[in-house]
């Protein structure tokens, strides 16, 4: 069974800033792309980031450009979003995932809650 175990979620207020961990529980995970999607209350899950399998091939939604870093440690086989100049709107479940295949997103984690106050 494999597992994507996201932590570093919290409250924090507008300004404010969070870095979120994903942990895959296969090593062999560190060869494919992983993405961060964030839903909000009442909506839909949205990507957010993207990053190649050798930490290249980055890519950010509009919303969050300039404000959040995605990056990777392969070492240490983990994957980062570090969220800076946090809003209201960014409140929500904010789930890692890998990508096995072009295009799509196969596999996911359980979610952290992030929730920014004004």
């Known amino acids: 069974q494999v597992q994507l175990v996201e932590s570093g979620g919290g409250l924090v207020q507008a300004g404010g800033s969070l870095r979120l961990s994903c942990a895959p529980s296969r090593r062999t995970f560190s060869r494919y792309a992983m993405g961060w999607f964030h839903q909000a209350p009442g909506k839909e899950r949205e990507f957010v980031a993207g990053i190649g399998w050798s930490g290249g091939n980055i890519n950010y939604a509009d919303s969050v450009k300039g404000r959040f870093t995605i990056s990777r440690d392969n070492a240490k086989n983990t994957v980062y979003l570090q969220m800076n100049s946090l809003k209201p709107e960014d409140t929500g479940v904010y789930y890692c995932?890998?990508?096995?295949?072009?295009?799509?997103?196969?596999?996911w984690g359980q979610g952290t809650q992030v929730t920014v106050s004004s």
């Open positions: 995932a890998v990508s096995t295949r072009p295009a799509s997103y196969d596999y």
